[in-house]
């Protein structure tokens, strides 16, 4: 005895130090699985964090079924109640049963369990226990006693302990090998629970035996008929990869990741999860009904205009897709028409358009440095003079090009930056293409900068955690403008001349909108607004495969729509007030292009007649190439086929001269040799007078290759 004295006393001390409260380990304790609320509370999507174990949220003994506790109890600590952390008889009988070789439960009561799963060093692993880990073990269960209560200890207990592979816990058990809270596990399968903890590992049949001993110990035997049988069934529930916890919300995934993906336990989000629901429902009922037109995969966005805090965020079309992991809402996809009303809020800005300007919808050939730029409208069709509002409305390509024409891509690439549409590229990489959407852009910045517009021009990030610091709003557009831009996006008579009047964009209530199909229909978009939310679809596939015949007003919109209704079920969705420098005039059109209506003006730029204006009344000027541009020549293209087309307006018979010598063939559209260096472009009237110059420079080999040959 006295040489076990010491280490008698180095245990005990170590046991004391290593000590922990129940309010320390239940402080500590970390759930594998994070959970995702939405604004109210509810829960919306659960994410797994740890992939080491699955621990589900800590459960109180109150919470746990009754049955559980009493199987526990009968198979691995009868005298729990009774003893003070070692059970004496139990290690009384265990010894007697060693000298015999005969086989007993053994001496470990629920308490020194608990002790070794609170501390690694006692932990049982692959070997057995050593006598001194054993010895530190009952001392530990001993300071257990002296400061925990009993149902603290049978809590923590059932909290920690491991059952089968991966499950640790009787909340990971429950949800998934029996698709229940704890709560509500009834004495089979709190039988078959604690059987687990015996042997984790063992097969169904060791499994079901287990039980039956611990049910016939209960006083029910009558349970163990098709014990196996059940046993079997519940067990194959947790093979395989795909262990899904039963019942676990799953209706935000791609949002739940981003945001749980550093935290544990509960996080709040801006979301509504009944929104939420119908969002995702929505999108996938409709995508639905356009089987056999190669569409699989779409995402819906929903914001609060005043706040910013995103309310449905929907990042695929589930289990329609073959990708449905990919976040559509984040993916950067070609915008298509959605960015005119962007470009023409730009010209309005300026004061070079109006509402009421006529645009030149007839076939348009742009020269650029990569060649001939020829863009066509939807249907194949040209309306010829049309006004702003019918071009936007209605969607028409080439007016929108002619206007970019006039804005230029540079400027319109610094307004969409300015609205949180990062762009890869300059504006003068995407050229004249950017009037019709040809740069990626994700449908959260998209959606985002329709806000800005529903919000007088005004510009913020989103907000997709309560009370989340973010970047006061910026005046990024003209208010006036952008209350303009968004009358006419809510023109329902304005639009019919390419989608008619009884259309998917049509609401019982006010909203503006906006619709886009990329190239090939490889995008498809709706994008709009009311007083109170923007909506934002894409539908396409992931794998970047063409639609077949969707279109935005057949594919998104419909989408769209439907959501649109949810949301103003109960409220209504009045326009917007006039902005005050906004004023109301009759206009008429000299020619009878279009109907006489009510149009608004920003200030100073009121009319009541609007004439077409013949070309040669223009302002004399060179329209191509423009100042300060930069041409590069391709040594594999042969020198005959590289052109440069002089362009010019207000001008019935261009002269050109060319760095102070005249081209022989003074006319519109002519066609230039270039060469490499720097270049002044000069334009001349009949007398040889200046009426407007450019400089511009030419890069390459070409000259180089022309010598050669």
């Keep these: 005895m006295r040489r076990w004295l010491p280490l008698l006393l180095l245990c005990a001390a170590s046991a004391v130090q290593a000590m922990q409260t129940y309010d320390d380990v239940r402080a500590a304790f970390q759930p594998s699985d994070a959970l995702l ?19 589900l949220a800590w459960v109180s003994l109150a919470d746990i079924s009754p049955a559980m506790r009493n199987a526990l109890i009968a198979s691995e600590d009868k005298r729990f109640y009774q003893h003070a952390g070692i059970d004496w008889n139990a290690v009384a009988a265990a010894a007697w049963g060693s000298v015999w070789h005969s086989r007993t439960r053994g001496a470990s009561t629920i308490t020194m369990q608990l002790a070794g799963l609170l501390d690694d060093g006692l932990r049982r692993g692959a070997a057995p226990r050593s006598g001194s880990q054993k010895l530190e073990q009952a001392l530990t269960a001993k300071a257990l006693e002296r400061t925990w209560r009993k149902d603290q200890i049978l ?25 229940k809270h704890p709560e509500g596990l009834d004495q089979v399968e709190s039988a078959l629970a604690v ?31 098709g014990l196996e049988g059940i ?11 795909d262990r899904a916890v039963a019942s676990a919300p799953q209706l935000a995934p791609h949002l739940g990741r981003r945001l749980v993906k550093a935290a544990g336990g509960q996080v709040a989000s801006t979301l509504d999860a009944g929104l939420q629901r119908h969002a995702r429902d929505a999108l996938q009922r409709h995508l639905a009904a356009l089987d056999g037109r190669n569409i699989e995969d779409g995402a819906v966005l929903v914001l609060d205009n005043a706040s910013g805090e995103v309310l449905a965020w929907v990042g695929s079309s589930g289990a329609l897709s073959d990708a449905r992991e990919v976040d559509a809402v984040l993916a950067a996809r070609q915008a298509g028409s959605t960015l005119k009303p962007f470009l023409y809020g730009l010209a309005l800005e300026e004061r070079w358009l109006t509402a009421a300007s006529l645009l030149d919808d007839s076939p348009l050939n742009l020269a650029t440095a990569s060649g001939l730029y020829m863009p066509q409208n939807y249907d194949q069709q040209y309306k010829g003079a049309v006004s702003l509002r019918t071009a936007l409305a209605s969607s028409l390509n080439i007016p929108a090009v002619r206007t970019l024409v006039l804005v230029t891509p540079e400027r319109l690439f610094q307004r969409l930056q300015a609205l949180g549409v990062k762009l890869p590229e300059s504006g003068d990489f995407y050229g004249y293409s950017l009037a019709l959407g040809s740069a990626d852009v994700s449908l959260l910045a998209l959606t985002n900068a329709y806000r800005a517009l529903a919000a007088g021009g005004r510009s913020q990030p989103v907000r997709t955690v309560p009370g989340a ?20 996006l ?10 008619g009047l009884d259309s998917p964009l049509s609401t019982r209530f006010w909203s503006a909108v906006k619709t886009g199909t990329s190239k090939d229909m490889r995008d498809n978009w709706c994008i709009g607004y009311s007083a109170r939310y923007t909506v934002g679809v894409w539908v396409g596939n992931a794998s970047g495969e063409p639609m077949w015949n969707v279109s935005g007003v057949t594919g998104a919109a419909p989408v769209w729509q439907d959501i649109m209704h949810y949301l103003h079920a109960g409220a209504p969705s009045a326009a917007p007030a006039r902005p005050a420098g906004v004023s109301a005039r009759e206009i008429r059109y000299g020619h009878g292009e279009e109907a006489s209506r009510t149009e ?48 010019a307006q207000g001008v019935a018979q261009p002269r050109w001269r060319m760095d102070g010598k005249p081209l022989a063939d003074g006319r519109d559209g002519h066609a230039w040799a270039p060469w490499p260096g720097r270049h002044r472009l000069e334009l001349l009237d009949r007398q040889g007078r200046v009426l407007d110059k450019v400089e511009f420079e030419v890069r390459g080999a070409l000259a180089k290759i022309s010598m050669k040959k």
Aim: proline share 9%; aromatic share 4%; net charge positive.
């Design 37 to 55: 609320l939405d604004r109210h509370g509810a829960p919306l999507q659960q994410v797994r964090i740890d992939a080491s174990a699955r621990r």
């Design 155 to 179: 809590e923590a207990y059932l909290n920690l302990v491991n059952f089968r592979g991966e499950l640790v816990g009787v909340h990971a058990l429950a949800r998934v090998m029996f698709g």
């Design 195 to 225: 059987a687990l903890i015996r042997g984790p590992n063992a097969s169904a049949a060791v499994v079901a035996r287990r039980a039956c001993a611990i049910v016939t110990e209960q006083g029910a035997p009558a349970l163990c008929q």
């Design 231 to 241: 046993t079997q069934l519940r067990l194959a529930r947790l093979a395989g990869p």
């Design 469 to 488: 610091p973010v970047a006061p709003p910026m005046q990024v557009m003209d208010g006036s403008a952008a209350w303009i831009i968004g009358d006419i």
């Design 490 to 499: 809510s023109d329902n008579s304005a639009r019919a001349r390419t989608f």
């Design 600 to 647: 608004y003006f920003l200030p100073g730029t009121g009319q009541a007649l609007v004439v077409a204006v013949e070309q040669e009344a223009l302002a004399p000027a060179i329209r191509y190439p423009t100042p300060g541009m930069v041409v590069a020549l391709d040594p594999d293209i042969p020198p005959a086929r590289q052109r440069i087309r002089l362009s």
